[in-house]
């Protein structure tokens, strides 16, 4: 007689946590404004307000941006947020760096909403591959928020995680 097989981590209070589950939908677009900016170094004041005022931001619907400058100019904070008022009515999120912050920024905001009431005194796994782009800062930020309520946490799956932290008792 064959021995049954059982599923003894379905049976488990394991709960699995899959960061891609939650990775959000839009294209994310890397903006530069080094083409605003005289010989790609100098912002005229006058000039690139005009190049904000003239530019179709609604191009940028439902899209997270990352600005950046490819050059070594200095750019007032100004310049920044005058591009982030024009781009507040159009795209999802907008900040200054390049895609990984952006992303980075994406999860803070994704993991932060999070109710972490579901995972208090369990023992939790941080699943670890993802085919999205899942930035490694994301993996910190839930590991941050769930040590003062999980019973444990697990890094990577659950035929082989990696033990990271088990509350004493």
Not at 3 to 14: G, T, W
Not at 125 to 136: A, L, R, W
């Amino acid at each position: 007689m064959a021995d049954e097989i059982i599923n003894r981590v379905a049976q488990s209070k394991l709960v699995v946590i899959d960061l891609e589950d939650y990775y959000p939908q839009g294209k994310r677009i890397q903006f530069d404004i080094k083409d605003w900016l005289f010989e790609g170094f100098v912002l005229k004041e006058k000039d690139f307000r005009h190049y904000v005022a003239e530019h179709d931001w609604s191009q940028y619907q439902n899209q997270y941006v990352a600005l950046m400058c490819s050059t070594d100019a200095i750019i007032p904070a100004w310049a920044y947020m005058l591009i982030t008022i024009a781009l507040a009515t159009y795209s999802k999120k907008t900040i200054i760096g390049d895609l990984n912050t952006l992303e980075t920024s994406i999860y803070q905001d994704i993991i932060n909403g999070l109710d972490f009431g579901s995972y208090q005194d369990k023992p939790v796994i941080i699943k670890g591959c993802s085919n999205k782009p899942v930035p490694e800062n994301a993996y910190i930020f839930l590991a941050e928020k769930l040590k003062p309520i999980a019973k444990s946490i697990m890094y990577g799956e659950a035929c082989s995680s990696v033990p990271l932290f088990k509350k004493k008792k």
